[in-house]
């Protein structure tokens, strides 16, 4: 039997008190990949107690900022040196090509780098009241005790574009990552420990969403959690935080939408179009899942996103030259394929792909061909609901105020484009779409330093940039009177 891969509480690798475990599988092979502790509630209660009695008594919460990012800088480091196993890890794990997991281990430790140095820059204002003898400020102070909740397709960023900001704001953590996909942040977490950061300050339970999520989503201990992941576990999320009142940030789905106008860029377009979609297998929360395309162009366009698609090397994620990995379960990979099923007989055409990929050694993972449908409607559900998978919906429009009609016709809000020459244009679209995230004339890159996070049903709160340390942080006001002086309201004093 294969060792138990352990948790990391109060500065020690353990084991679940209940002495549970379960199977990872690597997606790519269908085999069992690693066995992984299963943590309780209690193992959890646990872990927050750690945070907090490093937080306050400890004395994390008075680290000096200098201190705080020189760790950071050396997490990054670790990182860095380490690359090629994390890179290998996750991709083995998530299944996403060696490239796009190399990708996100630079990118990730570039994030720590960016709050590492935000960390020694605190900002305040000063305000003047009415009354000329009082001088007003304001501080950012942590919130304490920071529960975090990651979902599975970004494993390394996810927990980065959290734990990052909510270290430099002089949080500790308690952090849990998908049950399908924590090896690379426990590798993350050895990491920290060879560092140096102090016992208790970053605490990783691995364990259910039902159990552990929820303990950290409710528990009074827990001052803010900062959550990844599917809308109707946000919404659990959200209703179990008001228990305490705690601070939320929710980070959800989106089905949005990239809007090909007939100025644009072509080649740009149409490469950005299938980036846009299939980057990560699809399984990305901002993935351009709708393309809009103008009626003019639609044909010819139709045409070359097709051609582009079937270039796309399906594989083990580890093999050299593939572009998609696997889906990341056997659940999910049906889940996509049944909403491919659903697009069929709902009169979408279907443009290319729409089956599970069995050729060779690929019959025993959980591929999922990229797939298109041309012909879309707003109301179908595959244009409406996130799939997760590379099921890529076209719609074609006329006017510019077709356009942005159709892509705000989602109860979601997280992500969108547009691409045009035509700067003006381009921005009155990108102005009157509702999402949080947009780009112009290119689809996709994360920055580490601008913000993340979703319009309606996509989300509340914001990571990265400098609107992310200011997420991990309480605002304090300061009022100093210049001169003593009683107010004498209730009379005087003898
Ligand atoms: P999920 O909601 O099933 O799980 C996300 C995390 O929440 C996991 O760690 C899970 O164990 C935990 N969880 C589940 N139920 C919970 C509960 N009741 N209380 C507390 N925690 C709970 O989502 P998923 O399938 O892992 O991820 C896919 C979803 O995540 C998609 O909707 C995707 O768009 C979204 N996502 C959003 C972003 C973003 O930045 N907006 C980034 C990545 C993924």
Request: proline share 4%; glycine share 10%; charged share 25%.
């Amino acid at each position: 039997m294969a060792e138990v891969k352990k948790m990391f509480i109060d500065g020690e690798w353990v084991l679940s008190s209940s002495g549970d475990s379960y199977t990872l599988i690597n997606p790519a092979t269908g085999e069992p990949l690693a066995e992984v502790t299963k943590a309780t509630r209690e193992d959890t209660q646990r872990a927050i107690a750690a945070a907090k009695r490093a937080f306050y008594e400890d004395g994390w919460c008075d680290v000096e900022p200098l201190k705080r990012a020189e760790l950071m800088n050396a997490f990054a480091d670790e990182m860095e040196a380490q690359v090629e196993d994390l890179a290998r890890i996750e991709t083995m794990n998530n299944g996403k090509s060696l490239t796009e997991s190399t990708y996100d281990v630079y990118d990730s430790a570039n994030c720590l780098r960016y709050f590492a140095g935000l960390c020694t820059k605190p900002t305040g204002q000063t305000y003047q009241v009415p009354d000329t003898n009082v001088f007003g400020m304001t501080v950012r102070e942590p919130f304490g005790v920071v529960g975090m909740i990651t979902a599975w397709n970004f494993p390394i960023s996810l927990a980065m574009w959290k734990l990052a900001p909510a270290l430099a704001a002089g949080n500790t953590v308690v952090l849990k990552p998908a049950s399908y996909t924590p090896l690379s942040t426990i590798k993350l977490f050895e990491m920290m420990e060879k560092v140096g950061f102090p016992k208790g300050v970053v605490n990783l339970v691995i364990g259910s969403g039902s159990v552990v999520g929820d303990e950290l989503a409710k528990s009074d201990d827990v001052d803010k959690v900062a959550f990844t992941g599917s809308i109707e576990a946000g919404q659990s999320v959200m209703r179990q935080a008001a228990t305490n009142m705690k601070g939320i940030c929710l980070e959800l789905g989106g089905k949005s939408p990239v809007v090909v106008f007939d100025d644009a860029d072509y080649k740009t377009a149409v490469d950005g179009a299938v980036f846009a979609m299939f980057y990560n297998q699809g399984e990305v929360c901002s993935a351009g899942s709708r393309i809009l395309i103008q009626d003019t162009i639609y044909d010819k366009f139709v045409k070359d996103l097709v051609k582009l698609t079937k270039k796309i090397k399906l594989g083990n994620g580890l093999d050299e030259g593939v572009n998609m990995g696997p889906l990341i379960t056997e659940d999910h990979m049906h889940k996509v394929l049944g909403y491919i099923e659903t697009g069929i007989k709902e009169g979408a055409t279907l443009l290319c792909g729409g089956h599970r990929a069995t050729e060779g050694a690929l019959a025993k993972g959980w591929f999922v061909e990229p797939t298109i449908f041309g012909d879309c409607t707003p109301d179908m559900r595959i244009v409406q609901e996130e799939i997760f998978g590379p099921v890529l919906c076209l719609q074609k429009f006329h006017t510019e105020a077709e356009a942005v009609e159709l892509a705000n016709h989602t109860t979601y809000g997280l992500a969108a484009g547009v691409y045009t020459e035509n700067l003006g244009k381009a921005m009155r679209v990108i102005r009157k779409i509702r999402a949080g995230i947009t780009w112009i004339n290119e689809y996709g890159p994360v920055y580490n330093e601008a913000p993340w996070g979703g319009y309606k049903q996509s989300g509340i709160g914001r990571e990265l940039g400098t609107y992310g340390l200011d997420e991990f942080s309480e605002v304090k006001q300061i009022n100093v009177a210049k001169t003593s002086a009683p107010t004498e309201w209730f009379g005087t004093v003898d």
